[in-house]
């Protein structure tokens, strides 16, 4: 292997990498933690009763840290405003993160049946950037101005090659627990840099999409790009040591880290949002008997922000009833309107003030 950071990297080693180079006390020791987080959140998701609950919030949560991971940043209340208004125009910032989750969503839909692909990958990284190119055909690199990182596989043959490799090396069964192999597919995804742009986020999207294929979560929630954003130093460090120090051990055992750490994070969210939920639920039995529906509620918890149209498809009410519903909910404090263009918005405050909790 020869690895010069001007140099396009085409001796990238194929997968798998040598056992001896991971397999250690440390990393197997870490491992049972990560598996122990990611069961007790996987127990206890369910609890919340609509699964979209947990994908409309918790994963555009995600969208914006993955996003700002690529120094593209939005707020929390511009993002879940253009995720549920329709009369004002997103900032492209904003626009961006809303794709990530809608890469996330799509993509989600169609590996629950056809697994990992090569046109699934492009197809996540096309919804991110909205474009219609796929594998680079040209020499890109990472890195400042004045100083070359790291300069990746060129060109489309080569690339595509390496893709090939990583797909087979992520539906193989050969042993080795999904955890581990999800760190070095990680890793190798982020080395092949396959785009021109975007390789960041469609490989965080890869992440989520084959904890959840590996039947580790029920749903693709895991809030993972939380902690490489608070680690983003060490995030880079360690990918380039294993690029140029073969050093997979400490990258293995910086993902387990962030599995575990990231699982018990998310836990805190189910449960904070599952005891709203139902305290929600009983405010409004009891302030709010007439209006009262467990349907009403669930979809206030959809999003934060909540509108007329948001009843009325779900079919809880007429326009007019929607409207009369969400300013007594209003009234005793549980929403906070706000006006978006022509619109009208709800807020549910408890709720949003959960998920921005960082």
């Known amino acids: 292997m020869t690895f010069q950071p001007d140099k396009p990297f085409n001796d990238l080693p194929l997968l798998p990498p040598d056992r001896t180079v991971w397999e250690t006390m440390a990393v197997y020791k870490q491992l049972t933690i990560a598996r122990a987080a990611l069961a007790e959140l996987k127990g206890r998701a369910p609890v919340i009763p609509n699964p979209l609950m947990l994908i ?35 900032d492209p910032q904003t626009k961006e993160v809303v794709r990530y989750r809608q890469a996330l969503w799509e993509a989600w839909q169609k590996v629950k049946t056809g697994g990992f692909t090569l046109e699934l990958i492009e197809d996540i990284y096309r919804t991110i950037k909205e474009e219609e190119d796929g594998i680079r055909d040209r020499e890109v690199f990472v890195g400042t ?42 890793y190798q995804f982020e080395a092949i840099h396959p785009f021109t742009d975007g390789n960041g986020r469609t490989g965080r999207v890869l992440n989520v999409l084959y904890i959840s294929l590996m039947n580790l979560l029920d749903e693709p929630i895991l ?89 009325v498809d779900a079919g809880v009410a007429s326009r007019n009833t929607a409207g009369k519903y969400l300013s007594e909910l209003e009234d005793i404090g ?25």
């Open 145 to 186: 101005r004045v100083k070359v990182f790291y300069t990746p596989p060129c060109c489309k043959k080569v690339i595509t090659s390496k893709l090939s490799n990583w797909l087979k090396f992520a539906k193989a069964d050969d042993g080795i627990d999904p955890l581990i192999k999800l760190a070095i597919l990680h």
């Open 56 to 90: 409309n919030t918790l994963v555009l949560q995600e969208a914006k840290d993955s996003s700002s991971i690529e120094n593209i940043f939005t707020s929390s209340d511009k993002m879940y405003r253009a995720f549920s208004a329709s009369t004002i125009e997103p």
């Open 223 to 311: 809030y993972l790009s939380k902690y490489i954003n608070d680690n983003k130093s060490d995030y880079y460090k360690l990918l380039r040591e294993v690029t140029e120090k073969n050093n997979f051990e400490e990258w293995i055992l910086y993902i387990l880290k962030a599995i575990t750490e990231t699982a018990v994070f998310t836990l805190y969210k189910v449960n904070a949002i599952n005891e709203l939920f139902h305290r929600t639920l009983e405010n409004v039995r009891t302030q709010l008997p007439s209006i009262y529906s467990y349907e009403l509620i669930e979809i206030l918890f959809h999003q934060p922000y909540c509108k007329i149209a948001f009843l």
């Open 334 to 358: 549980i929403l906070a309107m706000e006006k978006s263009g022509t619109e009208s918005l709800y807020l549910n405050k408890e709720l949003f003030k959960i998920l921005s909790e960082s």
